[in-house]
């Protein structure tokens, strides 16, 4: 699990200083789509919701993870949507 945390914190950092660069949220999103980790989805979600409305590209990949089997995956890619998709909240 430790190693995986790492895996994700060079993309964080990579999105904390640019929103919008495309490498971090594209493996962002990819771990939020495919890691088997509960843990690691809730996390990318997260990331995404830091990023807010530059992760755009992510909203189809939060859209299916609130069908996630993880509960925490599922409030996790709700809370970001409504970042990432200010319109969804309204």
């Given amino acids: 699990m430790r190693g995986d945390l790492i895996d994700l914190n060079v993309p964080a950092w ?3 200083f640019d929103p919008a ?3 971090g949220l594209e493996v962002i999103i990819e771990t939020l789509r ?3 980790e ?3 989805r809730a996390f990318a979600a997260y990331l995404l919701r830091q ?3 530059a992760a755009g590209a992510a909203i189809p990949a939060l859209k299916a993870a609130l069908n996630d089997k993880a509960d925490i995956v599922r ?3 709700a809370s970001a949507l409504r970042k990432v998709d200010p319109a969804v909240g309204k």
């Fill in 14 to 16: 990579l999105v904390r």
């Fill in 21 to 23: 660069e495309s490498h």
């Fill in 51 to 53: 990023a807010g409305p």
């Fill in 34 to 36: 495919s890691d088997p």
């Fill in 38 to 40: 509960p843990g690691q």
């Fill in 75 to 77: 409030r996790a890619a």
